[in-house]
């Protein structure tokens, strides 16, 4: 594709696509493991030289490349190295980024694996990290420390959905030289481009949203070429990268990104609204209605509300199981980002190992339950809900 400055819809279905000998249409898959040379001397001078080209897998594969390019193009980031999964994303920005003695601040509200990433895996190498608000920014700048290198966070939150204002922590972060880094699962590029708010680093669980059709596990880190340096020899040397047959499913999400998240947006806004209006519902948390306390800080951040709605029913536990288990249609499950609409009881699952006192403080309430809105049609969905909150 040309250099020529395109819109986010076209760099969806254009952008980093290369052309074998066969002048394909569509991106191929690649599927080897390995490359060959044309001499002894190309092969130096690919393994010791700096001659670019594909060797092993691991390191790179043309599929992979593509789906980087693409996803680049789209996020903005001079470069991004995929992984094998969104966790894996973060470990390789740790590892390739940060050393023992250093500190994270990061907010309470990040996503469960992340958590338990950074309290027993990462601690056990000498990284210590400090919780804090997601939405008020002076406990950030009050727990930074004088070896403090990475500021991370990830908006909307789950399951509340509170906003963390990525341009004012952004700036707190470079006040103290460390680096902002977002996971933006939630919004992707279509909703939200964090590196343009003053961030360091793009996160994704490619398994969501990019996807978007619940088949492959995928990850992605992004940023400026030098940040990325350091990511990506963490991958190729310890292997966590992704694989051709996943970048190639990617790929085709990443084409059809920009009309699926508008038309997730569309229904969960439709959704909020309609849940606002039932009587058993004691609160909803959407970042699209103007009731949310964020509403404003997210219509200047993301484009829309995104495709995840909470809600509280009056009566606990007891209700909100009630609303899942008299679901004929809305899957059981607490994956996100599908083209299937799924409801999750936070308390009992995800959140489920956590103290009380902790979910408590968390707002997670016996009551709430997480729907990631779906493309089934609003009246559908409402039906199935419908049937439980009685
Ligand atoms: C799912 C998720 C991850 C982890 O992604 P995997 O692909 O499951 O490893 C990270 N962050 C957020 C916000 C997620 O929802």
């Known amino acids: 594709m040309s250099k020529e400055k395109y ?31 044309d001499s002894a001397a190309q092969a130096a001078a690919r393994f010791v030289g700096n001659e670019p080209g594909n060797i092993y897998s691991r ?29 894996s994303a973060i470990l390789a920005c740790v590892m390739g980024l940060m050393k023992a003695g250093d500190h994270i601040v990061t907010s309470q509200s990040i996503f469960g694996a992340t958590i338990n990433l950074f309290n027993n895996i990462i601690k056990k190498f000498g990284v210590e990290t400090t919780y804090v608000s997601a939405t008020d920014v002076s406990r ?11 500021f991370f966070l ?4 789950n399951p509340l959905t509170e906003i963390s204002d990525i341009a004012a922590i952004a700036a707190v972060a470079r006040g103290c030289g460390a680096l902002l880094v977002v996971d933006n699962c939630f919004c992707t590029p279509i909703l939200q481009r964090p590196l343009d708010l003053g961030a360091d680093i793009v996160i994704q669980s490619a398994t969501k949203y990019i996807d978007g059709q619940g088949r492959v596990l995928g990850g992605a880190v992004l940023g400026n070429r030098k940040l990325m340096e350091p ?12 694989s051709a047959f996943n970048a190639w499913v990617m790929l085709k999400g990443l084409e059809t990104l920009k009309i699926r998240m508008d ?38 951040q993301q484009k829309t509300g995104g495709g995840i709605v909470s809600f509280e029913v009056k009566g606990g536990r007891e209700a909100a199981w009630r609303v899942i288990d008299s679901a004929r249609l809305i899957s059981i499950t607490a994956n996100l980002g599908d083209t299937k609409t799924t409801l999750t009881h936070p308390a009992s699952t995800t959140h489920g190992r956590i103290t ?35």
């Open 7 to 37: 819109q986010p819809e076209t760099l969806a279905v254009r952008a980093g696509a290369v052309h074998s000998q066969f002048n394909e249409n569509s991106e191929a898959l690649f599927l080897t493991s390995s490359f060959t040379f």
């Open 59 to 87: 390191f790179t594969n043309p599929t992979v490349t593509m789906f980087e390019e693409r996803l680049a193009a789209m996020e903005g980031a001079e470069q991004c190295v995929a992984t094998a999964s969104g966790m």
């Open 140 to 150: 950030w700048q009050a727990a930074v420390r004088p070896n403090t290198r990475l």
């Open 154 to 157: 990830e908006t909307p939150s």
């Open 231 to 242: 990511v990506f020899g963490f991958l190729r040397t310890a292997g966590p990268t992704l």
């Open 263 to 300: 038309a997730h947006s569309a229904n969960s806004l439709e959704l909020a609204r309609w849940l606002e209006a039932q009587p058993n519902v004691a609160r909803v948390y959407y970042p699209g209605l103007p009731s949310h306390p964020q509403h404003k800080l997210a219509m200047r």
């Open 356 to 390: 009380p006192e902790a979910r408590a403080a968390a707002g997670i309430t016996e009551g709430l339950l997480r729907i990631a809105v779906g493309l089934e049609a609003v009246v559908d969905i409402q039906a199935d809900l419908a049937r439980g909150l009685v």
